[in-house]
């Protein structure tokens, strides 16, 4: 896909509603910031969305009505201000985006939800740390090139991709990711997912804790590690099966250089 393409050639190369802008000087020595900030109502059900090319986006739990997102872009030899936050409402939530210039050669960079658009950068030393508030049933979805992501405390389900960071998430509801260069660390809090779910990464640890009283089929694999498991599954020493409960949707568990853990956590509430 073009979308994967450009993102891919971004982390090689890498070796509105309310907005505002504010150069600070006064950051690490030789380096300039600028700080974005966002807020809005996304309704429980709807998602906020966070794609970025450089640096880490971190989400956690709030009591409040509204979506908080905070955006500092730092950089050296480049200017923050040369990368843009677009914001785009859509009729499944919002999407916030980190826009760099254009490269040369590729189509225009363009700011769309899921996994349309295309974001891409060229020798840009700009990086953008994303934190963001969300509300209990706003679903949370990062797309990251170069950077780690983490959701702390939420209560509603999230969906990862990262190509060359971690993913750490804790969640009350659901989760899935994917990274290609890190680990993937998951702790979910509903017994039924309702859906298949993911876990998976090229090279690292893949680390897994669902609610003791779980019904699910798991498939775990790994081709270059080990497997371990709290509930009894069945198999190799590089791909291991099991009926968690009385079954239902698949949560597969795999790394290709790593190792594999699915873990029990306390029963889910009814």
């Known amino acids: 896909m073009r979308h994967a393409l450009a993102l891919l050639l971004a982390a090689l190369a890498a070796g509105l509603f309310s907005g505002c802008g504010d150069n600070d000087p006064t950051g690490p020595a030789g380096t300039t910031t600028e700080e974005f900030d966002w807020s809005g109502t996304v309704a429980p059900g709807d998602k906020i969305e966070i794609k970025n090319i450089a640096g880490d986006v971190r989400a956690s739990y709030t009591s409040g009505s509204e979506v908080v997102v905070q955006a500092i872009k730092t950089g050296q030899d480049d200017d923050p201000a040369s990368v843009t936050i677009a914001v785009v409402e859509h009729a499944d939530g919002v999407t916030i985006c980190a826009v760099y210039p254009d490269v040369p050669g590729l189509d225009p960079n363009e700011c769309l939800p899921g996994a349309a658009g295309n974001l891409s950068s060229w020798q840009s030393d700009v990086q953008v740390e994303f934190t963001l508030l969300v509300p209990a049933g706003v679903e949370f979805v990062g797309r990251v090139v170069g950077g780690d992501v983490e959701g702390n405390n939420l209560r509603s389900d999230v969906f990862v991709v990262a190509v060359g960071g971690d993913v750490d998430v804790t969640t009350t509801g659901i989760a899935e990711a994917t990274s290609t260069f890190g680990s993937v660390n998951i702790a979910i809090g509903r017994a ?21 009283n779980t019904n699910a089929e798991v498939l775990a694999s790994t081709a270059s590690g080990i497997i371990a498991s709290e509930f009894q599954l069945a198999g190799t020493s590089t791909m291991r099966t099991g009926t968690l409960g009385s079954g239902g949707p698949r949560l597969t568990l795999s790394t290709a250089d790593g190792n594999v853990s699915l873990q029990k956590g306390p029963a889910a509430q009814p």
């Open 192 to 212: 039924d997912p309702g859906r298949d779910l993911a876990f998976r990464t090229a090279h690292g640890n893949v680390t897994v804790r669902v609610p003791s």
